[in-house]
């Protein structure tokens, strides 16, 4: 005669690590978009684009939603590249054509960041 341990646990609860948090059911795009804002207010004032890198930065490395991940991706690369061209720029103004980049350069700039809220804004990767 053998006996059988039958183990039961509750209800709600498994032994599957990726059940036991719930993928949530609406995501949460304000952090990113709270990141172009301030990347467009860092058009005119210093500080608040570089507090939109650093939260780009920290938010951005265990978001889980791949379309939100590649918002901050996507944030990351449009901060650094405008950062080297407006340095380039600014290098650039001894010859005159360094004022025409400038404006290109922040053209550039606000454009990705307008682009990047409204595919935010649908849910879309960029």
């Known amino acids: 005669m053998s006996t059988e341990t039958i183990v039961t646990q509750p209800a709600g609860q498994s032994n599957n690590p990726d059940m036991a948090r719930p993928a949530p059911v609406v995501s949460d795009k304000s ?15 210093f500080l608040p684009g570089l507090v939109g890198i650093i939260l780009a930065y920290v938010k951005g490395g265990d978001e889980r939603d791949p379309v939100l991940a590649a918002h901050y991706a996507y944030q990351k690369r449009t901060f650094w590249w405008a950062t080297l061209w407006l340095f380039l720029s600014g290098m650039l103004m001894m010859a005159i054509i360094g004022y025409l980049t400038v404006f290109i350069a922040l ?19 960029i």
């Open 31 to 45: 952090m990113p978009f709270i990141v172009y804002c301030l990347f467009l207010a860092g058009v005119f004032f």
């Open 107 to 125: 053209g550039w700039y606000i454009y990705r960041c307008v682009k990047g809220m409204t595919r935010l804004n649908k849910h879309e990767a």
